[in-house]
């Protein structure tokens, strides 16, 4: 039994890598970055439409 126990400590602690963990921070990053600019268009979206009808009826 101690074999096949230090067998698969020997495997778990040589196939863990930080790859996963570095794509995982950088795929929450991007949802982060995609939920803030799609906060801001919200938010903004009704004023700059206001600023496109003045302009385009003042031309």
Avoid at 32 to 57: H, K, P, Q, Y
Wanted: proline residues 0%; glycine residues 8%.
């Amino acid at each position: 039994m101690t074999q096949i126990d230090f067998l698969k400590t020997w495997l778990a602690s040589h196939t863990r890598t930080e790859r996963g963990a570095s794509l995982v921070e950088y795929a929450l990053l991007v949802a982060l970055i995609a939920v803030v600019c799609i906060a801001a268009v919200t938010v903004l979206g009704g004023n700059i439409r206001g600023n496109f009808e003045d302009v385009g009826s003042s031309l």
